[in-house]
């Protein structure tokens, strides 16, 4: 829970660019240890490769849990004893995000587009290693992403239109660095940051990041839930 004053207005500002520049840092050169030694990843067994990237997710986790340790462990205490309350005020906006979503992608496939390549990537990856994206994609990711993408910019952002806009547009952006830039973009873009939106307003209604994080989980779990059954009736 962010508790913010104007004396520790600059110290959460420095912790929330600090977990960021971890993020980035570890997620641009997670495979410099490799180089170092030379060693083609290509090359390597999928198990060695899937140990080492949990790991390093583990890692980064472990280091921003640390940083932020007072504002989980308070955040922590208040969903004990308020989660009924906040999953019944917050299921709306998340209906809302999802309806958004999904209006988006029919759009998008309306009008000839087809996955983005995201989306196309975690799907593969799913049909590969289905036990792995499980992890990855429902447990591990909303807990990251929520760290980053909403605790961190909530401690940067104290105005509460500029948190939400800017986090979400990152959000999903991130998500599309690999998708084309066409006249169907901003529906993708759309797309990826209506729920980074309703997670974001969930964070500055409850001052608590659990909350987004649990409904990150869920919104992980069905989408991953669906393409098990797509998978399976196909």
């Known amino acids: 829970m962010i508790t913010r004053t ?3 207005n600059w110290h959460y500002i420095l912790k929330g660019a600090a977990v960021i520049f ?8 997670q495979t410099l240890p490799f180089t170092l030694l030379h060693i083609n990843t290509n090359e390597l067994p999928t198990v060695i490769k899937i140990i080492y990237t949990l790991a390093v997710e583990l890692l980064m986790m472990s280091i921003i ?13 208040d969903i004990k004893k308020n989660h009924l309350k906040y999953f019944n005020q917050n299921l709306k906006y998340y209906i809302i995000g999802l309806i958004v979503m999904m209006v988006a992608n029919l759009l ?8 983005s390549n995201n989306e196309t990537a975690i799907r593969n990856e799913f049909t590969a290693l289905p036990i792995y994206t499980f992890i990855s994609a429902v447990i ?8 980053v993408f909403r605790l961190s910019f909530r ?4 105005n509460d239109v500029l948190f939400i806009i800017v986090s979400s547009l990152v959000f999903g952006g991130l998500h599309l660095l690999t998708t084309p830039i066409n006249e169907l973009f901003p529906l993708y873009l759309l797309s990826y940051s209506c729920c980074g939106i309703a997670f974001a307003y969930m964070l500055k209604k409850t001052n608590n990041i659990f909350v987004s994080t649990f409904f990150h989980f869920m ?4 989408i991953l839930a669906l393409q098990t059954f797509l998978f399976i009736f196909s």
């Not at 919104?219 to 069905?222: A, D, F, T, V």
């Open 108 to 115: 998008i496939n309306l009008l000839g587009g087809g996955l």
């Open 219 to 222: 919104h992980n779990g069905l």
């Open 22 to 29: 971890i993020y980035f840092f570890f997620s641009f050169f």
């Open 6 to 8: 104007d004396k520790n």
């Open 155 to 158: 401690a940067i952002f104290k």
């Open 65 to 77: 849990f640390y940083i932020f340790e007072k504002e989980y462990k308070a955040a922590f205490q």
């Open 140 to 147: 591990l990711a909303p807990l990251l992403e929520e760290s």
